[in-house]
């Protein structure tokens, strides 16, 4: 472990480009978060302005039409995006996570075939792990898959599906052998107009521009092609990529607890009580300090675990500082966001300021991608066996 990077700092490119993304996000996205909660309306304005960025090619090798940008530097974005607007840094991330599975796993014909469109930001992907009863015990999945001839047939249904209804694809993990447990899971890349129904949307606290649902596989026919990794591999690929998309969850909490803070310090200075900004009440400014405290070591944690990503995890440190930055990243989000509200008083408890939304947007932090409680099970293996 002593090769592993221990400490870092970001590149002046990096820097750089987070400050035009930063001001893009304020000029295009801000203006547009508050009404995407309200009508639970999907962030076009948002996605459209991430895509003229070329966001969405970030997570993309080159080779296949996009940036092959660092780990961290995706976390830069994914943070900045969901500092104004949570629900448009989902439109990044989750086809970022959809694509893991061929980027490491897939065959050249799946990359060439469908990388480039999501590169390019004229296609989107969801990842179908979770079921009505297997969340975090995935090997309890129901959903099929049966082999005829050179095609699968997939039937089942998949909840909690971030996209659904407006993905171009969706990889889905099925059983192919029901007998086999975790051993018997295999992943697919299944295209929407092959027969992908969504069968309800679920009205949410948080991240309300970002649609999840419940969709269901009737039959739905499948090429042997668009198998990704071998039968029975679905299980690895599944947790692979999990350990890869972790941190940048966490990326996407400190976002949003850094959007809270920074509207909570403007506030305080901006009000005044007794005769004074309350920004100087002792009281009020440990509250402060304590946030952005955790907030700093919540972000140089998930840098930490992007970076062992961009190393290949040479130490096979990945498992455990990924659950390590996601758990201590939306714990910190969830914590900053409560404080922030309390900071604004009954405002705070108003859609009239943002805190509010990123107290509902950062519970969901804590759920999806693996429950908090899961982070700590994985860590716990990790140092106990």
């Keep these: 472990m002593d090769d592993q990077p221990t400490s870092f700092r970001l590149t002046d490119t990096q820097l750089e480009f987070r400050s035009a993304l930063r001001q893009m996000c304020e000029e295009r996205i801000a203006p547009h978060a508050a009404q995407v909660d309200a009508e639970a309306a999907f962030p076009w304005d948002g996605f459209k302005a991430s895509v003229d960025m070329e966001l969405s090619a970030l997570g993309i090798p080159v080779a296949y039409g996009g940036a092959g940008a660092d780990h961290v ?66 090997a309890a999945m129901r959903c099929r898959a049966v082999r005829d001839g050179d095609h699968y047939v997939l039937s089942g249904a998949k909840y909690w599906i971030t996209n659904a209804g407006v993905s171009d694809t969706y990889t889905v993990f099925a059983k192919s052998d029901p007998d086999a447990g975790h051993r018997g899971i295999t992943c697919f890349l299944v295209e929407a107009d092959w027969g992908v129904r969504v069968a309800k949307l679920e009205h949410k606290m948080g991240l309300r521009g970002s649609p999840t649902g419940e969709i269901v596989l009737d039959d739905v026919r499948v090429p042997m092609s668009n198998r990704i990794g071998e039968e029975g591999q679905g299980f690895t690929i599944a947790m692979h990529t999990l350990d890869r998309s ?7 909490a400190v976002g949003i607890a850094q959007g809270a803070l920074d509207h909570a310090a403007r506030y305080l200075q901006g009000r005044k009580a007794f005769g004074q900004a309350i920004a100087e009440f002792q009281g009020l400014r440990f509250m ?52 922030a509200v309390q900071l604004l008083g009954g405002y705070g408890y108003t859609t009239d300021f943002p805190v509010e939304r990123a107290m509902r947007d950062a519970k969901i932090t804590q759920i999806y991608e693996g429950t908090n409680q899961i982070q700590r099970v994985v860590i716990a293996k990790q140092l106990l066996g």
């Design 288 to 339: 402060v300090a304590d946030m952005a405290m955790r907030l700093e070591a919540a972000r140089t944690l998930v840098y930490r675990a992007c970076s062992i990503v961009d190393a290949g995890d040479p130490g096979g440190e990945l498992t455990m500082t990924g659950a390590m930055a996601k758990c201590f990243a939306s714990d910190t989000a969830m914590a900053v966001t409560t404080d």
């Design 73 to 138: 530097t995706q976390a830069i974005m994914v943070e900045e995006l969901a500092r104004v607007c949570a629900s448009t840094a989902v439109t990044m991330l989750i086809s970022r996570l959809s694509m893991i599975p061929i980027m490491n796993w897939g065959t050249e014909e799946l990359k060439r075939r469908y990388l480039p469109a999501v590169a390019s930001g004229g296609a989107q992907g969801s990842y179908c792990l979770s079921e009505a009863d297997a969340g975090s015990d995935v």
């Design 246 to 252: 972790r941190p940048i969850i966490g990326a996407q």
